[in-house]
Nanobody
Framework: QVQLVESGGGSVQAGGSLRLSCAAS????????MGWFRQAPGKEREEVAA????????YHADSVKGRFTISQDKAKNTLYLQMNSLKPEDTAMYYC??????????????????WGQGTQVTVSS
């Protein structure tokens, strides 16, 4: 059973930075699609960024492109989301998710199988 544990959330002022981490364990496959999603109150969960752990392919949503960067440390089985130039509209609960191939980096939340518990990011103006 794959387990994902997020950390790194917090409260920052607009323009600040945070780095989210997602520690993964229980992998049975060599490669996964892994993504960061976020959900603000009253809104649907949306994909922020994704990566294929077996290669170098990444995806970043237009709303975060140039500000957020997804990366991985295979030795530590950890996924990261570096968030710079944060805006109040980035405020949300951020979730890490994973799914085994075949998979796409631009998939809906319902197509991901494994989820973490989430970490809150709050950006004040």
């Amino acid at each position: 059973q794959v387990q994902l544990v997020e950390s790194g959330g917090g409260s920052v002022q607009a323009g600040g930075s945070l780095r989210l981490s997602c520690a993964a364990s229980g992998y049975t496959d060599s490669s996964y699609c892994m993504g960061w999603f976020r959900q603000a109150p009253g809104k649907e969960r949306e994909e922020v960024a994704a990566i294929y752990t077996g290669g170098r392919s990444t995806y970043h949503a237009d709303s975060v492109k140039g500000r957020f960067t997804i990366s991985q440390d295979k030795a530590k089985n950890t996924l990261y989301l570096q968030m710079n130039s944060l805006k109040p509209e980035d405020t949300a609960m951020y979730y890490c998710a994973a799914v085994t191939p075949p998979c796409s980096l631009q998939w809906a939340p319902a197509q991901y199988k494994y989820w973490g518990q989430g970490t809150q990011v709050t950006v004040s103006s």
